[in-house]
C-alpha cells in the first residue's frame, strides 16, 4: 500500500479514514498523544471550537504540527445558522436568502468570501453546499433555511456558483446530502428517517443537483436515510452498499471522495455499534467517516478500521490520497485581513438581506444545543 503507512494493523493504519471532531479550543496532553497515535485524515470544527481568531488559528496550526501529512481541514461554512465562524464573526446570508435574491454574482461572491475566510484560518476543505431542495418537510428535519430553491434546477445554479467562488479561492467543497434529506420527515441528529421515493422519482428531482453537479463537486457527502427502494435490508445510505457501490460508483462512475455524515448523530448510535458502522460503511464505498462528538472513541475506531481488509481499505486510501493531493497549502495570518474579510462578509449580508435585516442573526445563534446542525 502507498502513502505514509505501514500495512501493519497500527492505529494510524485505521486512522487515515477519520475525520475527527474536537471537544474546545485547546488541547490536553492526552488528546496531543492520541493524535499522534492515531494520526486521522484531519480534522472538522465546530463552534465549540472557535473562541477568537487568534487562538483558532494556533489550534489549527498545532494540529497541523501533530500530523506526519497534511491533514483535511474542514467545517460547515455554509451561511445563515451553519455558520460556524459568527462565534466572532458576521454571518453571512443563508442559502434561502441568497436562493430568494436569486443573483447569481452575489451566489459567487459569497463562495468567493468563503473561500477566503477558510483560507485564511489554515483550512482547506467545506463541508458545504447543501444539494438538497426546499420542501415543507424542513420544519420537521434539519434543513430548514439552508437549502437555496423549493427547484432542483434552480438548486443546481445558486449551488455551482457558490462552489465556483470557493474554488477560486482553493477550497474544495461537499454537495449534501446524497441521496437527499429533502423528504426527511424527521431531524437524522436526532432519529434515523425514511423516505419512500422510487428510484426513478429520486432521478427526477432529489438527484438531479447531485448529478448534474457532480464534475464540480469534489466529494459528496453520504446521508444517514432509510430508503427501502434502494435498500430492501433497510441500510442507511452512509451504510449501503446498494446505494454507494451501485448508484453513485457503477451507474454514475463517481469516482471522487465520498464522506459519511457524521457517525455520532441518533440515526446511526441509536441503531447500530461503533464496530458495525464502521465496517459497513468503509465495505458501502464511503471512504471517509466523520467522528465529530466522540473524541475517547478515537482510538477504538481507528483500531477497527485498521482490521479490515486490505482489498477494502485500498481503493479508499487512493481516493484520499486524490483528494489531499489538490488541498490547498495554509496562508499566512493576519488579524487585520480577517477583519478586512469579516468586513466584505457583512457588507454581502446586507445586500442580500437589507440594512434592517441583516442586523438580525439566525435564531440559534449564540445558543451552543448539543446537537450542531451539518
Known amino acids: 500500500m502507498s502513502g505514509y503507512f505501514s500495512t501493519t494493523h497500527t492505529l494510524s493504519d485505521g486512522g487515515r479514514f477519520l475525520i475527527v471532531g474536537l471537544p474546545g479550543t485547546k488541547l490536553t496532553q492526552e488528546q496531543i498523544e492520541t493524535i499522534r497515535d492515531v494520526q486521522p485524515a484531519g480534522f472538522i470544527f465546530f463552534s465549540r471550537n472557535l473562541e477568537n481568531p487568534v487562538g483558532f488559528r494556533n489550534l489549527v496550526d498545532t494540529l497541523r504540527s501533530l500530523l506526519n501529512h497534511e491533514p483535511i481541514l474542514t467545517i460547515d461554512q455554509e451561511g445563515g445558522r451553519v455558520s460556524r465562524f459568527k462565534v466572532f464573526g458576521s454571518e453571512p446570508p443563508s442559502a434561502k436568502d441568497l436562493g430568494e435574491k436569486g443573483d447569481i454574482a452575489l451566489l459567487w461572491a459569497h463562495g468567493e468570501l468563503t473561500g477566503k475566510l477558510l483560507r485564511l484560518f489554515g483550512l482547506n476543505y467545506n463541508l458545504a453546499p447543501v444539494l438538497d431542495f ?12 439552508r437549502t437555496f430553491a423549493s427547484d432542483p434546477h434552480s438548486v443546481c445554479s445558486f449551488a455551482k456558483a457558490f462552489i465556483e467562488g470557493m474554488h477560486s479561492q482553493g477550497i474544495l467543497c461537499c454537495g449534501k446530502h446524497f441521496p437527499g434529506y429533502s423528504f426527511a420527515q424527521c431531524d437524522p441528529h436526532l432519529e434515523l428517517p425514511q423516505v419512500f421515493k422510487t428510484k426513478k422519482e429520486l432521478e427526477a428531482s432529489e438527484w438531479l443537483p447531485f448529478k448534474n453537479l457532480q464534475n464540480l463537486c469534489d466529494s459528496f ?17 452512509s451504510l449501503s452498499f446498494r446505494t454507494i457501490q451501485d448508484v453513485l460508483r457503477k451507474e454514475w462512475n463517481y469516482t471522487k471522495l465520498l464522506v459519511s455524515d457524521d ?7 441509536h441503531h447500530y455499534s ?14 471517509i467517516l466523520l467522528l465529530c462528538h466522540r473524541f475517547p472513541l478515537i482510538r477504538e475506531a481507528a483500531s477497527i478500521l485498521s482490521s479490515l481488509p486490505e482489498t ?20 499566512s495570518f493576519s488579524l487585520s485581513e480577517f477583519q478586512s474579510i469579516d468586513s466584505e462578509i457583512y457588507s454581502l449580508r446586507e445586500k442580500v438581506l437589507g440594512k434592517e435585516r441583516a442586523k438580525l442573526r439566525a435564531p440559534e445563534d449564540g445558543k451552543r444545543s448539543p446537537v450542531e446542525i451539518y
Open 134 to 145: 426546499e420542501t415543507t418537510e424542513q420544519e420537521h428535519n434539519s434543513l430548514k433555511g
Open 221 to 237: 457527502m453520504i446521508a444517514h436515510i432509510r430508503n427501502l427502494n434502494l435498500d430492501p435490508e433497510g441500510l442507511p445510505a
Open 263 to 269: 457517525i455520532d448523530m441518533g440515526a446511526i448510535i
Open 274 to 287: 461503533l464496530k458495525n458502522t464502521l465496517e459497513l460503511s468503509l465495505k458501502a464505498g464511503v471512504d
Open 312 to 331: 477494502i481499505k485500498e481503493a479508499a486510501w487512493q481516493r484520499i490520497e486524490n483528494f489531499r493531493k489538490r488541498l490547498a497549502p495554509p496562508l
